[in-house]
């Protein structure tokens, strides 16, 4: 009988996370990483790759799509338990305990409609006084959003928007995750595809991550995961998942050699 009491305090003692089933997490639709599959559920490459991870550690994946500043309003809350993909921003990290290891790093590029005679060093300062499309909430990376207060932004919800907006000419530039894009422009804007190119050199590269919600104190599930998210990688799994969403493999080659 005592044995039992002790039990029972210990099991309500114990974290929520230890003996939570399903996970419940959020984020954008952000094809070929997250997106709405032909069964109305979500799928995608991070989609896939969380949900492997998390099944190896005993858990079942969740995942709703809501626009992003949604979304990242949700986990600040405690509302859903993590938000993926992100990229690591001092402001997240307030109430994100974000993955220590990469989940999907992303090539950041501008796109201009072609003939444009807009050019691009590489230096963000050279495009100062066009017009940027950018998407509400979203993050490019250190590199744009710390030039981005000096820029002349435009801002819509949706990559199908700014492509549109940019075929009109109503922008100059849009940047975007190079995945993404190609996605995008093989899919719902395949009538812009023509009209719209990939300028060079990219802004960067950044990495992203998942993050867990320090409201709902997912840290001890956030170390866990990095364990089990290293060990996957290793294992090779990652490569026909990239395969499935017809990512080449070739992209993510430098990122492959480091796991």
């Known amino acids: 009988m005592k044995n039992a009491i002790l039990l029972a305090a210990a099991l309500t003692l114990a974290p929520v996370t230890a003996l ?4 419940k ?6 094809a ?3 997106f709405v599959g032909s069964d109305k559920k979500p799928t995608g490459l991070a989609v896939d790759v969380v949900q492997q991870v998390l099944k190896k550690m005993g858990h079942t994946l969740e995942v709703e799509i809501y626009p992003w500043a949604r979304s990242l309003e949700m986990v600040k809350r405690g509302e859903r338990d993590c938000i993926f993909t992100a990229y690591k921003t001092p402001e997240r990290e307030e109430f994100l305990d974000f993955s220590k290891e990469v989940l999907i790093p992303q090539v950041i590029s501008f796109y201009a409609k072609k003939g444009s005679s807009v050019k691009f060093t590489g230096d963000l300062e050279s495009i100062k006084g066009q017009s940027v499309g950018v998407t509400n909430a979203i993050s490019y990376g250190p590199k744009f959003d710390a030039a981005k207060g000096k820029l002349k932004v435009d801002t819509v919800q949706t990559l199908d928007q700014n492509f549109q907006k940019l075929a009109m000419g109503r922008v100059d530039l849009v940047p975007s995750n190079l995945y993404t894009a190609s996605f995008v422009l093989g899919g719902t804007s395949k009538s812009l ?5 990939e300028v060079a050199p990219p802004i960067e590269t950044v990495s992203s991550y998942i993050g867990f919600s320090k409201k709902k104190s997912h840290a ?21 998942l990239l395969k499935k969403y017809e990512i ?3 992209s993510l080659r430098g990122f492959l050699g480091k796991k």
């Open 32 to 34: 070929p990483l997250i």
């Open 193 to 197: 595809a023509k009209d719209i190119v």
């Open 248 to 250: 080449p493999v070739e």
């Open 25 to 30: 997490c959020t984020s954008l639709e952000f």
């Open 20 to 23: 939570a089933d399903v996970i």
């Open 220 to 240: 001890a599930l956030r170390d866990k995961f990095d364990v089990e998210l290293k060990k996957f990688f290793a294992s090779g799994e990652f490569e026909p």
